[in-house]
């Protein structure tokens, strides 16, 4: 199981998930305010974070800011949980980096099965693994980073795993709903259209090496099957 870190205002909704999570069989570290949460999180070192947006001190986004930027903890899945369930807010949420996005009220269950996911899916990614070399590309799963001609590009937690997931799956077409489920987790309650920014901007940060990113028009999208200098 997993040691998990709850960041939420609520004391009785929190004393609810914390037995949830013991009775799955999870470690559960809680904090009431996004400062301490913050404390908790780079002394601790979780393996998943839930985070609620609002927060009494500060706003969830902060921290979710603050987590993806420090290097300490900008590996740590977070998971946001939260009575803004508006498309913009959603959509804001995975730009910082978030892993998934559940709105208020939920189910206990879901909750739980997302967060299997969300933990299954980052001890396989964190596996070790050579780097990637493809073209002018180099991607370093294990760590997290992603270099175009040996200069290091930044990118977010989605982005990242949108690349890795394309990069995998080359010269296989991928349609927009598939990447919703495959990247951003299951059931992701967004709309395609979010797929399309992920990529420009994805792209657009990959510079020169953004056109082994392939539009299929009116299908989704595919990683190339060879760099295309290679096949000049």
């Known amino acids: ?3 998990i870190l709850l960041i939420e205002d609520e004391a009785d909704l929190q004393k609810i998930l914390e037995f949830n999570l013991r009775q799955a069989g999870h470690e559960v570290s809680s904090s009431l305010r996004g400062r301490q949460g913050l404390q908790l999180a780079r002394e601790r070192l979780p393996e998943l974070i839930v985070l609620d947006l609002m927060l009494p001190d500060m706003a969830g986004t902060e921290v979710c800011k603050l987590l993806k930027k420090d290097a300490v903890t900008q590996a740590i899945p ?3 949980l939260t009575a803004k369930g508006e498309e913009i807010d959603r959509i804001l949420g995975f730009e910082l980096g978030a892993d998934d996005y559940l709105t208020k009220p939920f189910s206990v269950r879901e909750l739980l099965l997302r967060i299997d996911v969300i933990l299954r899916r980052a ?11 493809f073209g002018r590309l180099r991607l370093e799963r294990e760590a997290h980073r ?10 977010t937690a989605i982005e990242f795993r949108l ?3 394309l990069y995998e799956r080359k010269n296989r077409v991928q349609s927009r709903t598939s990447l919703l489920d495959n990247v951003w987790g299951i059931d992701a309650d967004i709309t395609t259209r979010t797929v399309d920014t992920h990529v420009k ?3 657009e940060k990959m510079g020169p090496a953004g056109e082994y990113i392939e539009t299929i028009r009116g299908v989704g999208y595919r990683f190339a099957e060879v760099p295309k ?4």
């Not at 001890?123 to 070399?133: L, V």
């Not at 200098?229 to 000049?232: G, I, K, N, S, T």
Request: aromatic share 2%; no cysteine; hydrophobic share 45%.
């Open 1 to 3: 199981m997993a040691h």
């Open 78 to 80: 977070i998971l946001i």
């Open 123 to 133: 001890r396989g990614e964190s596996a070790a693994q050579q780097p990637i070399r």
């Open 146 to 155: 992603v270099f175009v001609d040996e200069e290091e590009v930044e990118l």
């Open 163 to 165: 690349l890795t997931t």
């Open 201 to 203: 901007r994805l792209r």
């Open 229 to 232: 200098e290679d096949a000049l």
